[in-house]
């Protein structure tokens, strides 16, 4: 039987290293950690009738390459390459934590997003509405306490199967196309200019699990125009097998990512090309929306986060100062 690899991904002081602790210790611990570096812990266990090596990776607001834990993390994701990664987030601090939560959607990894410290949220009478936002980062999402192990063997289900392929949250089917027509009515009304990409054009293949592996955090008109130029360049190099998205570098590389353009595209057989394409497509976003591209990009993060949230988070504290 296989070994799922999981790795934990989130902001420093969001609950990873109790979250690790928990499910490493309250389910059948069969061996120490081994690897124990400053970095990231490693540790293993049993679930459920799974062997899981799970990672807890340094924390990290961001995966651009300003700082040795993000450019750790990203090399780690690249390069061991988890059948899934736990994005933890701090429930308490939404707008914050869903920014890394966007660039691992831009990296198109399989991923379950863990709400913790969803006590504090619960403690402070705030409330969210978790199978909507969960919809709208086509990102599974399950509550955890990581600090009593509350939610962990959910999250740890889900973790199954989205391993073994099961379909959206393992739904029901009537209730996942429910989901689904919300989602695509929000969706519609939102982003009207993004069309979803999806298997072979097929409309049959939007399905729920489909839209978890290809949403995408839409950038407005503008830039997804540039993301576009740029992809298909990157596209090009088809006997160039790298592991990233394409998305994920011409996002990169639109933000002027010094460590994707070297160690990357560098080696590709069209990088000029790719650099022209990328300076041109800078040049023309500075002149169309009068911004810089890696702070439009970063806005544009954010404006996705927010616009999600008011969709479905109720600030109880402010509504009653109002
Ligand atoms: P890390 O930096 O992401 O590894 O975070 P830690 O696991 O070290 O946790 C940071 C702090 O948050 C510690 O004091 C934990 O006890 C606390 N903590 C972790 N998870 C939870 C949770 O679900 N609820 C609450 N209230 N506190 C938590
Ligand atoms: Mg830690
Ligand atoms: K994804």
């Known amino acids: 039987r296989r070994t799922i690899n999981v790795a934990l991904v989130g902001n420093p002081n969001c609950g990873k290293t109790s979250l690790f602790n928990i499910a490493s210790g309250s389910h059948e611990h069969v061996g120490n950690y081994s690897g124990v570096t400053v970095d990231a812990k490693e540790g293993y266990f049993e679930f459920q009738g799974y062997h899981f090596r799970l990672i807890d990776l340094p924390g990290t607001y961001s995966l651009s390459a300003y700082s040795p834990e993000e450019l750790y993390v990203r090399k780690h994701i690249i390069e061991e390459t988890p059948d899934v990664i736990i994005n933890v987030v701090d429930a308490g601090n939404l707008e914050r934590n869903l920014y890394l939560t966007t660039q ?185 929306i009068n911004e810089d591209s890696e702070q439009a990009i970063t806005d544009a993060k954010y404006g996705f986060i927010t616009g999600a949230l008011k969709e479905t988070y109720t600030d109880n504290y402010q509504n009653t100062e109002m």
């Open 104 to 288: 691992l959607i831009d990296m198109n990894v399989r991923m379950v997003v863990a709400l913790n410290m969803y006590d504090a949220l619960q403690h402070s009478g705030n409330t969210l509405n978790i199978k909507k936002l969960s919809q709208l980062l086509g990102v599974p999402m399950v509550p955890t306490i990581s600090r009593t192990g509350e939610g962990v063997d959910d999250l740890f289900h889900v973790i199954i199967g989205l391993y073994e392929g099961a379909d959206f949250m393992g739904q029901k089917e009537e209730i996942q196309n429910e989901a689904l027509r919300e989602f695509r009515e929000w969706h519609d009304a939102y982003v009207p200019d993004h069309k979803f990409e999806s298997h072979e054009d097929d409309e049959n293949s939007f399905t729920p699990r489909n839209f978890i592996r290809h949403i995408h955090i839409n950038h407005g008109p503008e830039l997804e125009r540039s993301i576009d130029a740029v992809k298909k360049e990157i596209g090009k190099t088809e006997t160039i097998r790298h592991k990233y998205s394409t998305r994920f570098l011409a996002i990169k590389l639109l933000e002027n990512d010094k460590d994707i353009e070297k160690n990357v595209i560098a080696s590709l057989p069209n990088a000029s090309e790719i650099l022209r394409i990328k300076e041109q497509e800078v040049k023309r976003l500075r002149e169309t």
